[in-house]
Protein backbone atom coordinates (compact mmCIF):
# COMPACT_ATOMS: atom_id res chain seq x y z
CA UNK A 1 0.00 0.00 0.00
CA UNK A 2 1.50 3.26 -1.10
CA UNK A 3 0.22 6.38 -3.02
CA UNK A 4 -0.01 5.79 -6.47
CA UNK A 5 -0.62 9.59 -7.45
CA UNK A 6 2.83 10.76 -6.69
CA UNK A 7 6.06 11.31 -8.05
CA UNK A 8 8.78 8.33 -7.22
CA UNK A 9 12.92 7.88 -9.00
CA UNK A 10 12.18 5.57 -11.49
CA UNK A 11 15.65 5.31 -12.40
CA UNK A 12 18.90 6.94 -12.99
CA UNK A 13 19.81 8.40 -16.51
CA UNK A 14 22.62 6.35 -17.04
CA UNK A 15 20.46 2.96 -16.59
CA UNK A 16 19.30 3.70 -19.82
CA UNK A 17 21.36 2.37 -22.14
CA UNK A 18 21.09 2.95 -25.50
CA UNK A 19 18.84 0.51 -27.70
CA UNK A 20 18.22 -1.59 -24.53
CA UNK A 21 14.96 -0.82 -23.01
CA UNK A 22 14.43 -0.84 -19.07
CA UNK A 23 12.08 -2.96 -17.54
CA UNK A 24 11.05 -2.14 -14.09
CA UNK A 25 7.85 -2.85 -11.76
CA UNK A 26 7.07 0.10 -9.65
CA UNK A 27 4.15 0.62 -7.31
CA UNK A 28 3.51 -3.03 -8.54
CA UNK A 29 3.20 -1.80 -12.13
CA UNK A 30 5.53 -3.88 -14.59
CA UNK A 31 7.19 -0.80 -16.90
CA UNK A 32 9.60 -0.12 -19.18
CA UNK A 33 11.57 2.61 -20.01
CA UNK A 34 13.16 3.63 -22.92
CA UNK A 35 14.59 7.25 -25.00
CA UNK A 36 12.88 7.91 -27.63
CA UNK A 37 13.92 9.59 -31.26
CA UNK A 38 13.89 12.89 -29.48
CA UNK A 39 15.46 11.89 -26.64
CA UNK A 40 12.80 11.90 -24.10
CA UNK A 41 12.35 9.62 -21.68
CA UNK A 42 9.06 7.15 -22.11
CA UNK A 43 7.20 4.81 -19.48
CA UNK A 44 4.76 2.46 -20.88
CA UNK A 45 3.70 -0.93 -19.90
CA UNK A 46 5.51 -3.53 -19.78
CA UNK A 47 3.20 -5.73 -21.83
CA UNK A 48 3.39 -6.38 -25.93
CA UNK A 49 -0.38 -6.01 -26.84
CA UNK A 50 0.90 -9.18 -29.41
CA UNK A 51 1.07 -12.34 -27.38
CA UNK A 52 1.99 -10.48 -23.86
CA UNK A 53 5.32 -10.52 -24.49
CA UNK A 54 7.60 -8.41 -21.97
CA UNK A 55 8.34 -5.37 -24.28
CA UNK A 56 11.78 -4.86 -21.77
CA UNK A 57 12.73 -8.05 -23.49
CA UNK A 58 13.14 -6.20 -27.01
CA UNK A 59 15.03 -3.11 -27.77
CA UNK A 60 14.88 0.50 -29.22
CA UNK A 61 15.68 1.11 -32.71
CA UNK A 62 15.95 4.58 -33.87
CA UNK A 63 14.06 5.42 -30.89
CA UNK A 64 11.19 3.01 -31.09
CA UNK A 65 10.73 0.13 -28.93
CA UNK A 66 10.54 -3.00 -30.98
CA UNK A 67 9.08 -5.96 -29.34
CA UNK A 68 11.73 -8.86 -28.86
CA UNK A 69 9.23 -11.72 -30.26
CA UNK A 70 7.40 -10.91 -33.21
CA UNK A 71 9.44 -7.50 -33.81
CA UNK A 72 5.73 -4.92 -32.99
CA UNK A 73 6.90 -1.55 -33.19
CA UNK A 74 5.10 0.22 -30.08
CA UNK A 75 5.18 3.96 -30.03
CA UNK A 76 5.30 6.37 -27.13
CA UNK A 77 1.79 6.99 -26.99
CA UNK A 78 1.32 3.51 -26.07
CA UNK A 79 -0.10 2.69 -29.81
CA UNK A 80 1.53 0.46 -32.08
CA UNK A 81 2.81 1.33 -34.84
CA UNK A 82 3.47 -1.40 -36.88
CA UNK A 83 3.95 -5.00 -37.45
CA UNK A 84 5.90 -7.05 -40.11
CA UNK A 85 3.29 -8.31 -42.25
CA UNK A 86 0.50 -7.24 -39.87
CA UNK A 87 -2.18 -4.51 -40.09
CA UNK A 88 -2.04 -2.80 -36.50
CA UNK A 89 -4.96 -0.60 -36.21
CA UNK A 90 -7.25 -2.76 -34.22
CA UNK A 91 -4.70 -3.32 -31.72
CA UNK A 92 -5.14 -2.59 -28.25
CA UNK A 93 -2.91 0.30 -26.81
CA UNK A 94 -1.33 -0.27 -23.63
CA UNK A 95 -1.10 2.05 -20.59
CA UNK A 96 1.26 5.01 -20.59
CA UNK A 97 3.09 6.18 -17.54
CA UNK A 98 3.85 10.37 -16.81
CA UNK A 99 7.66 10.93 -16.67
CA UNK A 100 9.79 13.53 -16.10
CA UNK A 101 13.80 13.96 -16.02
CA UNK A 102 14.86 16.06 -13.33
CA UNK A 103 17.69 15.96 -10.94
CA UNK A 104 19.58 13.94 -12.32
CA UNK A 105 16.64 11.23 -12.11
CA UNK A 106 14.19 9.91 -14.47
CA UNK A 107 10.57 10.27 -11.95
CA UNK A 108 7.60 8.13 -12.82
CA UNK A 109 3.79 8.98 -11.32
CA UNK A 110 2.49 5.36 -10.92
CA UNK A 111 -1.04 6.30 -11.00
CA UNK A 112 -3.55 8.39 -13.33
CA UNK A 113 -1.18 9.78 -15.65
CA UNK A 114 -3.71 12.75 -16.71
CA UNK A 115 -3.27 13.85 -13.52
CA UNK A 116 0.36 13.75 -13.13
CA UNK A 117 1.98 17.38 -12.01
CA UNK A 118 5.28 18.23 -13.09
CA UNK A 119 4.61 21.38 -10.44
CA UNK A 120 4.76 18.88 -7.86
CA UNK A 121 8.58 17.08 -8.26
CA UNK A 122 10.29 18.05 -4.90
CA UNK A 123 12.76 20.75 -5.10
CA UNK A 124 16.51 20.98 -3.94
CA UNK A 125 18.98 23.54 -2.89
CA UNK A 126 21.89 21.08 -4.13
CA UNK A 127 20.40 20.30 -7.65
CA UNK A 128 22.20 22.34 -10.39
CA UNK A 129 24.07 23.84 -7.52
CA UNK A 130 27.72 24.27 -8.41
CA UNK A 131 27.99 24.75 -5.53
CA UNK A 132 27.10 21.34 -4.54
CA UNK A 133 28.26 17.88 -5.54
CA UNK A 134 26.37 14.72 -5.35
CA UNK A 135 27.20 11.17 -5.79
CA UNK A 136 24.85 8.02 -5.12
CA UNK A 137 23.44 4.64 -5.88
CA UNK A 138 20.53 2.04 -5.90
CA UNK A 139 20.35 -1.10 -3.83
CA UNK A 140 16.99 -3.50 -4.55
CA UNK A 141 16.09 -4.20 -0.81
CA UNK A 142 13.50 -6.96 0.27
CA UNK A 143 11.68 -4.82 2.72
CA UNK A 144 8.37 -2.63 2.95
CA UNK A 145 8.93 1.11 1.88
CA UNK A 146 7.88 2.29 5.27
CA UNK A 147 10.50 -0.08 7.05
CA UNK A 148 13.00 2.45 5.23
CA UNK A 149 11.40 5.21 5.98
CA UNK A 150 10.99 3.93 9.82
CA UNK A 151 14.98 3.35 9.46
CA UNK A 152 15.79 6.86 8.06
CA UNK A 153 14.06 9.12 9.97
CA UNK A 154 15.45 7.52 13.05
CA UNK A 155 19.01 7.55 13.63
CA UNK A 156 19.47 6.29 16.84
CA UNK A 157 20.55 3.02 14.68
CA UNK A 158 23.35 4.76 13.64
CA UNK A 159 25.48 3.68 16.97
CA UNK A 160 24.35 0.03 16.55
CA UNK A 161 23.84 -0.67 13.05
CA UNK A 162 26.96 1.87 12.16
CA UNK A 163 29.35 1.57 14.91
CA UNK A 164 32.32 1.93 13.20
CA UNK A 165 31.32 4.56 10.80
CA UNK A 166 28.88 7.32 11.74
CA UNK A 167 27.81 5.71 15.14
CA UNK A 168 28.47 7.28 18.53
CA UNK A 169 26.81 6.74 22.07
CA UNK A 170 25.99 10.33 22.20
CA UNK A 171 23.63 9.90 19.35
CA UNK A 172 21.58 7.92 21.87
CA UNK A 173 22.49 10.16 24.79
CA UNK A 174 20.76 12.91 23.40
CA UNK A 175 17.06 12.92 22.67
CA UNK A 176 15.72 13.70 19.26
CA UNK A 177 12.70 16.54 18.69
CA UNK A 178 10.06 15.76 15.92
CA UNK A 179 7.49 17.76 14.79
CA UNK A 180 5.08 18.23 11.61
CA UNK A 181 4.97 20.94 8.96
CA UNK A 182 1.87 19.44 7.36
CA UNK A 183 2.58 16.76 5.47
CA UNK A 184 6.33 16.78 6.35
CA UNK A 185 7.83 15.37 9.23
CA UNK A 186 11.26 16.98 10.88
CA UNK A 187 13.05 14.83 13.02
CA UNK A 188 16.16 16.22 14.81
CA UNK A 189 19.14 15.59 17.13
CA UNK A 190 21.75 18.59 18.16
CA UNK A 191 24.99 16.97 19.87
CA UNK A 192 27.15 19.65 21.33
CA UNK A 193 30.91 19.22 22.48
CA UNK A 194 31.73 16.59 21.32
CA UNK A 195 34.45 14.03 19.10
CA UNK A 196 33.59 13.26 15.72
CA UNK A 197 32.91 9.73 14.84
CA UNK A 198 35.23 7.98 11.80
CA UNK A 199 33.06 9.53 8.96
CA UNK A 200 33.15 12.86 9.65
CA UNK A 201 36.62 12.55 10.69
CA UNK A 202 37.52 11.69 7.11
CA UNK A 203 35.14 14.56 5.68
CA UNK A 204 36.69 17.15 8.28
CA UNK A 205 40.21 16.15 7.03
CA UNK A 206 38.98 16.26 3.46
CA UNK A 207 37.28 19.60 3.97
CA UNK A 208 40.96 21.00 5.47
CA UNK A 209 39.74 20.92 9.54
CA UNK A 210 41.55 19.66 11.84
CA UNK A 211 39.36 16.35 12.53
CA UNK A 212 40.71 15.93 16.53
CA UNK A 213 38.97 19.04 17.32
CA UNK A 214 35.60 19.00 19.49
CA UNK A 215 32.68 19.45 17.00
CA UNK A 216 28.75 20.01 17.30
CA UNK A 217 26.88 17.39 15.43
CA UNK A 218 23.44 17.41 14.02
CA UNK A 219 20.99 15.34 12.01
CA UNK A 220 17.89 16.94 10.46
CA UNK A 221 15.53 14.47 8.95
CA UNK A 222 13.03 15.77 6.72
CA UNK A 223 10.53 13.13 5.35
CA UNK A 224 7.61 14.38 2.77
CA UNK A 225 5.82 12.00 0.96
CA UNK A 226 5.52 9.78 -0.89
CA UNK A 227 8.79 8.55 0.48
CA UNK A 228 11.24 11.19 0.00
CA UNK A 229 13.72 11.92 3.55
CA UNK A 230 16.47 14.34 3.39
CA UNK A 231 18.93 14.38 6.54
CA UNK A 232 20.81 17.20 7.11
CA UNK A 233 24.36 15.73 8.99
CA UNK A 234 27.49 17.85 9.41
CA UNK A 235 29.43 18.80 12.06
CA UNK A 236 30.84 22.16 13.13
CA UNK A 237 33.62 23.38 15.23
CA UNK A 238 32.05 23.49 18.86
CA UNK A 239 30.71 26.26 19.65
CA UNK A 240 30.38 28.24 16.46
CA UNK A 241 26.83 27.80 15.88
CA UNK A 242 26.19 24.48 14.61
CA UNK A 243 23.82 23.70 11.69
CA UNK A 244 23.94 27.31 11.42
CA UNK A 245 27.45 27.99 11.27
CA UNK A 246 29.33 29.97 8.77
CA UNK A 247 30.53 27.69 6.08
CA UNK A 248 34.05 27.60 6.91
CA UNK A 249 33.25 26.18 10.40
CA UNK A 250 31.77 23.21 9.40
CA UNK A 251 31.67 20.23 7.26
CA UNK A 252 27.88 19.98 6.02
CA UNK A 253 26.45 17.92 3.90
CA UNK A 254 22.46 15.93 3.07
CA UNK A 255 21.93 12.72 2.76
CA UNK A 256 19.72 12.33 -0.27
CA UNK A 257 17.16 8.97 0.11
CA UNK A 258 14.21 7.86 -3.02
CA UNK A 259 12.79 5.19 -1.83
CA UNK A 260 10.60 3.61 -4.20
CA UNK A 261 8.60 0.52 -3.83
CA UNK A 262 8.30 -2.28 -6.12
CA UNK A 263 5.76 -3.50 -4.93
CA UNK A 264 4.57 -4.81 -1.23
CA UNK A 265 7.72 -6.05 0.55
CA UNK A 266 10.36 -4.29 -1.56
CA UNK A 267 12.14 -1.23 -2.58
CA UNK A 268 14.78 0.15 -5.14
CA UNK A 269 16.43 2.79 -2.37
CA UNK A 270 18.42 5.45 -4.37
CA UNK A 271 20.86 6.71 -1.89
CA UNK A 272 23.17 9.30 -2.11
CA UNK A 273 24.79 12.42 -0.69
CA UNK A 274 25.04 15.70 -1.48
CA UNK A 275 27.83 17.94 0.04
CA UNK A 276 28.72 21.56 -0.18
CA UNK A 277 32.21 21.34 0.43
CA UNK A 278 34.62 20.71 -2.23
CA UNK A 279 32.10 20.41 -4.92
CA UNK A 280 35.12 19.55 -7.86
CA UNK A 281 36.56 16.85 -5.90
CA UNK A 282 35.75 13.83 -8.15
CA UNK A 283 37.79 11.63 -6.30
CA UNK A 284 35.76 13.18 -3.03
CA UNK A 285 32.76 11.86 -4.20
CA UNK A 286 33.77 8.74 -5.36
CA UNK A 287 35.31 8.11 -1.45
CA UNK A 288 32.28 9.29 0.11
CA UNK A 289 30.29 7.40 -2.14
CA UNK A 290 31.93 4.13 -1.29
CA UNK A 291 31.80 4.68 2.43
CA UNK A 292 28.01 5.44 2.09
CA UNK A 293 27.49 2.62 -0.32
CA UNK A 294 28.94 0.56 2.80
CA UNK A 295 26.90 2.02 5.50
CA UNK A 296 23.99 1.54 3.70
CA UNK A 297 24.44 -2.28 3.07
CA UNK A 298 24.34 -2.20 6.44
CA UNK A 299 21.20 -1.12 6.85
CA UNK A 300 19.91 -3.43 4.15
CA UNK A 301 20.99 -6.44 6.03
CA UNK A 302 18.98 -5.26 9.38
CA UNK A 303 15.79 -4.40 6.90
CA UNK A 304 15.64 -7.28 4.94
CA UNK A 305 15.81 -9.26 8.48
CA UNK A 306 12.95 -7.36 10.05
CA UNK A 307 10.74 -7.68 6.88
CA UNK A 308 10.89 -11.76 7.51
CA UNK A 309 10.51 -11.54 11.08
CA UNK A 310 7.57 -9.41 10.39
CA UNK A 311 6.12 -11.63 7.48
CA UNK A 312 6.61 -14.84 10.38
CA UNK A 313 5.28 -13.15 13.06
CA UNK A 314 2.01 -10.79 12.03
CA UNK A 315 0.03 -10.87 14.56
CA UNK A 316 2.78 -9.67 16.65
CA UNK A 317 2.36 -5.77 18.16
CA UNK A 318 5.63 -3.69 18.27
CA UNK A 319 6.03 -0.60 20.57
CA UNK A 320 6.14 2.68 19.57
CA UNK A 321 9.02 4.61 21.41
CA UNK A 322 9.90 8.30 20.99
CA UNK A 323 12.77 7.24 19.11
CA UNK A 324 10.15 6.03 16.96
CA UNK A 325 8.18 9.40 16.24
CA UNK A 326 9.11 10.52 13.29
CA UNK A 327 8.14 7.17 11.19
CA UNK A 328 5.48 7.13 13.54
CA UNK A 329 3.97 10.44 11.75
CA UNK A 330 5.31 9.61 8.31
CA UNK A 331 2.73 6.44 8.21
CA UNK A 332 0.17 8.44 9.62
CA UNK A 333 0.70 10.97 6.63
CA UNK A 334 1.10 8.04 4.12
CA UNK A 335 -2.25 6.06 5.49
CA UNK A 336 -4.21 9.17 5.13
CA UNK A 337 -3.21 9.76 1.49
CA UNK A 338 -3.72 5.77 0.45
CA UNK A 339 -7.25 5.97 1.78
CA UNK A 340 -7.57 9.21 0.50
CA UNK A 341 -7.09 7.58 -3.26
CA UNK A 342 -9.07 4.55 -2.40
CA UNK A 343 -12.10 6.41 -1.57
CA UNK A 344 -11.62 8.57 -4.75
CA UNK A 345 -11.70 5.15 -6.44
CA UNK A 346 -14.27 3.70 -4.67
CA UNK A 347 -16.36 6.91 -5.32
CA UNK A 348 -15.34 6.58 -9.32
CA UNK A 349 -16.29 2.88 -9.49
CA UNK A 350 -20.08 3.56 -7.77
S1 LIG B 1 4.50 -10.74 -28.39
FE1 LIG B 1 5.30 -8.90 -29.07
S2 LIG B 1 5.30 -9.01 -31.18
FE2 LIG B 1 4.50 -10.89 -30.54
FE1 LIG C 1 21.40 3.44 8.67
Not at 128 to 138: D, L, Q, S, V
Request: hydrophobic share 40%; glycine share 10%.
Amino acid sequence: MFPMNAWYVACTPDELVEGRPLGRRICGERMVFYRNAQGEVCALEDFCPHRGAPLSLGRVCQGELVCGYHGLVMGCDGRTLSMPGQRVERFAPIRRFAVQERHGFVWVWPGDADRADAAQLPDFEWSGNPEWAHGGGMYHIACDYRLMIDNLMDLTHETYVHATSIGQSEIDETPCETHREGDRVITQRHMAGIQAPPFWQMAMRMNGMDPDQPVDRWQICRFSPPSHVMIDVGVALAGRGGFHAPLEAKTAATVVDFITPEADGSIWYFWGMARRFRPGDAELTARIREGQGRIFAEDREMLERQQLNLQTWPQRRLMTLNIDAGGAHARRILDRLVAAERGEAAAAAA
